[in-house]
């Protein structure tokens, strides 16, 4: 399984870009400032905040478990090539698998794991997701999504050539009290040319798509295990 990464990673041509959350200073909150406030940040109601509730939202200072359970939920769609064939399906595992390693090798993170298909609600919206996210007794829901572009330009001066934009958003949810507190959005630019093995060009796309998905999922976890290790804890 390994093979097929380090195979795929040698068609990438430009590194990793990210933008990722800052944790805020220690003298941004008031000295007033509370984080032991049993009123829900969010109201029920689903209608607007009032300025006082807002006020609450942005002097509210996070603070975790030492350790914690993180729920994983793509949100983007998972194309045929899943199932194209034994390869990708084994690229796609092994993506998931170095994810989600990548995430446990944080001390603040017990398990990280994909949130049962069967939990997640119709409407994806983030008071369902949240109560989806509690059921499975997470402590924070990481929901990301990839979007990849090709640059049509390059298959006018060589066929076989492409170059492409991949990027992956990051949103990390605290299902404690509904805020997010860290997002990061994570890019890379690569470039592949079709191999004999490759059965046509858009397999070879594809495979270059998969490893810069997979380079900007790693970072994104790299840029979350800082955040976290820089995150107060209850």
Known sequence: MTKYLIVITMLLVTGCTSVATANRPNDYYRPSSSDTDSEPLFGSTGGSLADSDIERILNYRLKLPKQNRIAILRLSSQSYWRNYSNDFTQLNESISQNFIG??????????????????????????????????????????????????????????????AYCSVEVVLLDVRSGIVPFTVVSSNEFSARKELGD????????????????????????????????????
Do not use: H, W
């Open 102 to 163: 990548q995430l446990r090798e944080s001390s603040r993170v017990y398990d990280a794991s994909f949130l049962p298909s069967m939990l997640v609600p119709e409407q994806r919206t983030v008071p369902y997701l949240r109560e989806a996210a509690a059921r499975y007794q997470a402590d924070l829901l990481l929901a990301y999504r990839s979007n990849c572009r090709t640059f049509e330009k390059y298959k006018f001066i060589d066929p076989n050539e492409t170059k």
């Open 199 to 234: 059965k046509n060009f858009s397999e070879t796309i594809k495979k270059a798509e998969m490893a810069a998905v997979a380079k900007s999922l790693n970072d994104s976890a790299y840029q979350l295990n800082l955040f976290l290790a820089n995150t107060g804890t209850l």
